[in-house]
């Protein structure tokens, strides 16, 4: 089982990024999909969820009307679009995939900086 994120870097305040997650070894399509980020000293926080059904997906407050899930159960890959970043939003990103039984996977994050 693989969850490979990638699309992380060096971006300006106001600027854009689009973070993918590649998954292998699994049904990814009865995977509800989740971004976390964790920013130093501090605790892993959920940042968007989508769900294995492709049901709507739910945000936190913070990134609501910026950041957009998606996921593309053809290619087994979800995706995270960041528009408007702010430096607050700079951490690791981290992408992770939930089973209805219980079952977790976890990818081994991605940075993004948001520096001018």
């Known amino acids: 089982v693989q969850l490979v994120e990638s699309g992380g870097g060096l971006v300006q305040p106001g600027g854009s990024l689009r973070l993918s997650c590649a998954a292998s070894g699994f049904t990814f399509r009865r995977y509800g999909m989740s971004w976390y980020r964790q920013a130093p000293v501090k605790e892993r926080d959920l940042v968007a969820t989508?769900?294995?059904?492709?049901?709507?997906?739910t945000y936190v407050d913070s990134v609501k009307g910026r950041f957009t899930i998606s996921r593309d159960n053809a290619k087994n890959t979800a995706f995270l679009q960041m528009s408007s970043l702010k430096p607050e939003d700079a951490a690791v990103y981290y992408c992770?995939?939930?089973?209805?039984?219980?079952?977790?996977?976890w990818g081994q994050g991605t940075q993004v900086t948001v520096s001018s």
């Open positions: 989508i769900p294995s059904g492709g049901g709507r997906p």
């Open positions: 992770q995939s939930s089973a209805p039984w219980g079952q977790e996977y």
